[in-house]
């Protein structure tokens, strides 16, 4: 079965500092990647997304997530965080040709970002 | 408006009544999704229908059933609710893109109490 994971649960980090959060995930076929992001006491929204084509991907508020098809990997980064980047980010993984159609989630990193 | 909207926002009951949640949407998809959301476990599917004829379990359909009453909406029950299904749960919708798993779209959640 596909499985998503991600490394961190709890980063905490300093306004400024850069961010990377690691996503793996295991299927050995065409994929859909996904970045959500879910602020405090909301629904999850999509960050960005990654089809096909130039694996480095550019999302909103400055994310961008690169794809490594060798190592099965889609790492969400921004170069400077800022307070209100605070949330729980969460990595998706659909299956081309599915039989579900559907996504598979990472457990979710939470990042606090210190002013 | 939002595009996806559920009801209630929030809820809690006691153990063995049966409780039924509401998914509405506007955006015209035809495929529609339930999770439940726990802190440390991400999103776990519940069920998901890709039409009104087409109803499938997920991950996690034990204790839960569902209804697509129409496109627009889609209604999760429990009919015995016990204290383990406390959690939030979210509606989502999608439009499927040529056999990729596409954009899924979150309701606002329903944050649900059983004691």
């Known amino acids: 079965a596909q499985s998503v994971s991600q490394h961190n649960h709890h980063v905490i980090l300093s306004e400024a500092a850069s961010l990377e959060l690691g996503c793996n995930y295991s299927y050995g076929g065409t994929v859909n990647l996904f970045w959500y992001v879910q602020y405090p006491g909301q629904h999850l929204q999509l960050l960005l997304k990654?089809?096909?084509?130039?694996?480095l991907v550019k999302g909103i508020k400055g994310f961008e997530a690169e794809f490594i098809k060798s190592k099965f990997s889609f790492n969400l980064r921004k170069p400077s965080v800022q307070w209100s980047d605070t949330a729980e980010y969460f990595c998706?993984?659909?299956?081309?040709?599915?039989?579900?159609?559907?996504?598979?989630f990472g457990k979710g990193t939470k990042l606090s970002v210190k002013p | 408006d939002a595009d996806v909207t559920q009801t209630p926002r929030n809820r809690i009951t006691k153990t063995g009544k049966r409780i039924m949640l509401e998914c509405s949407q506007t955006k015209g998809h035809d495929r529609m999704y339930w999770y439940r959301q726990d802190p440390g476990l991400g999103l776990r599917l519940i069920y998901y229908s890709f039409d009104v004829k087409d109803i499938n379990k997920g991950e996690i359909s034990d204790g839960y059933s569902v209804s697509r009453q129409a496109q627009a909406k889609f209604s999760l029950s429990l009919e015995s609710a016990i204290p383990n299904q406390t959690a939030l749960y979210f509606c989502?919708?999608?439009?499927?893109?040529?056999?990729?798993?596409?954009?899924?779209?979150f309701g606002p959640g329903t944050r649900l109490t059983v004691l």
């Open positions: 989502a919708t999608s439009d499927p893109t040529s056999g990729y798993t596409d954009t899924q779209y």
């Open positions: 998706a993984v659909g299956v081309y040709g599915g039989s579900q159609g559907n996504l598979i």
């Open positions: 990654y089809f096909s084509g130039d694996p």
